[in-house]
């Protein structure tokens, strides 16, 4: 706790310089993590449990996602809707169905469910990862506002197809899969949505209500936004639908309201988020890592490879035709689909499934990760400057 709590401290004194710097937020937490582990100086001992990390990546996610749709420019999203509508109902099929064909020619000792649930664990892209990116005005508004609304609703619609292919896995003698796999997507959908809007809408009128009647202090102010978001995602997974679709649902809806008083609404969220990322990426480099790190192979880094490069970035190209993006921009929004921590919450459901090849598929997971969080993290700037002066 010491090392955590000293750390944080300081990284919040010199965040914005770094934020400026090549070198992501994540990269550092990852290598901070990595150096003080247990494969590095092994100051840093964290005996942290598959549910705890679970529930911090949870959490991290539902913040930054609140976050990010409540910053999400409206007026730009209706003029450039097709790109995050491409990329989410045409673009991920895509991409599962490449990763399971590319899985099959890689690897030879998974199943084919094996190789189907790893497509869906490495499919979504990473709201926290791809900030530096959507929150850069170099990049062009519409690109920015795809990039976010991608980010923050393919890892809600993951969450029931790897449900549906763990559930066929576990219990492979079940019958009636598409009419379970039907219901399973939509009520995940449906009930994170209604939870998010119909819950932040009643948040945002009890808020304007205590707040006319001057019963809110200014302490207690910051708290309010952090709690809505993460009880969105909160009552969302408690009535069994997706809490990240009720999150995301949720901060649109609540940047809707807010308007013109969101960015001071929204400040302590963001804290918040950007200090449980901290945390998570350091756990991620102290402890994850630290357990896979045996069980890489060759196979793995190249799958690895391909699900950042090919995997993504050709079903990407193939689906932004005639939205009048030029090519470079169309291989910059196919290149930046980082993977984090969507992924960590995805292979830590599969390792408590226990399938024989949950092992291989977390990490294949964390290798994915590792070279995102580095090529990404270190690409995002550069790549950025590039595609302003090729526009």
């Known amino acids: 706790m ?26 550092i937490f990852t290598a901070f993590g990595l150096a003080l582990g247990p494969l590095g100086f092994g100051f840093l ?16 996610l539902a913040l930054v996602l609140f976050t990010d749709a409540a910053n999400s420019n409206l007026g730009v999203l209706r003029t450039h809707a097709s790109l995050p509508l491409r990329l989410l109902l045409i673009g991920l099929p895509l991409t ?30 990473d709201a926290a990862l791809g900030k530096a990116v959507v929150t850069n005005k170099s990049v062009p508004a519409g690109i920015r506002e795809g990039l976010n609304q991608e980010s923050g609703l393919n890892d809600g619609i993951c969450v029931p197809v790897l ?6 896995a576990v219990h492979p003698g079940a019958g009636g899969v598409s009419g379970m796999a039907l219901e399973l997507v939509a009520s995940q959908i449906g009930i994170g949505m209604v939870v998010g809007l119909a819950l932040t809408l009643f948040g945002a009128w009890l808020f304007r209500l205590c707040k006319r009647r001057e019963w809110i202090s200014d302490s ?23 809490g990240f679709i009720a999150a995301f649902s949720g901060g649109l809806l609540f940047g809707w309201l807010a308007k013109h008083q969101k960015h001071t609404l929204l400040l302590a969220a963001e804290g918040t988020g950007d200090t449980l990322a901290l945390i998570t990426w350091v756990v991620f480099g102290a402890v994850v890592i630290a357990r896979a790190i045996d069980h890489i192979t060759w196979e793995i880094v190249l799958y690895a490879v391909l699900s950042l490069t090919l995997i993504r970035m050709l079903p990407v190209f193939l689906v932004l035709p005639g939205l009048g993006l030029s090519a470079n921009e169309k ?41 995102s969080i580095v090529a990404h993290g270190l690409s995002a700037g550069p790549l950025a400057a590039v595609l302003k002066r090729k526009s």
């Open 96 to 125: 599962l169905l490449l990763g399971f064909g590319v899985g099959v020619l890689v690897f030879d000792g998974l199943t084919l469910l094996e190789l189907a649930i790893l497509a869906v664990m490495l499919a979504p892209t």
């Open 163 to 168: 449900l549906l292919l763990l559930a066929v």
């Open 220 to 242: 207690w102010r910051q708290v309010a936004v952090p709690a809505l978001a993460v009880a969105c995602f909160a009552l969302a997974q408690w009535f069994e639908g997706s």
């Open 45 to 60: 001992k964290l005996n942290a449990d598959t549910e705890q990390i679970r529930l911090l990546a949870e959490l991290t």
């Open 331 to 371: 291989l910059f929004v196919g290149w930046f689909g980082p993977r984090g921590l969507a992924s960590i919450v995805f292979g830590v459901i599969v390792l408590e499934a226990h399938l024989p090849g949950g092992t291989t598929l977390v990490a294949t997971v964390v290798c994915t990760i590792l070279l």
């Open 2 to 27: 010491t090392i955590l709590a000293l750390f944080v401290f300081v990284y919040s004194l010199v965040g914005g310089r770094l934020a400026r710097s090549p070198i992501s937020g994540a990269i």
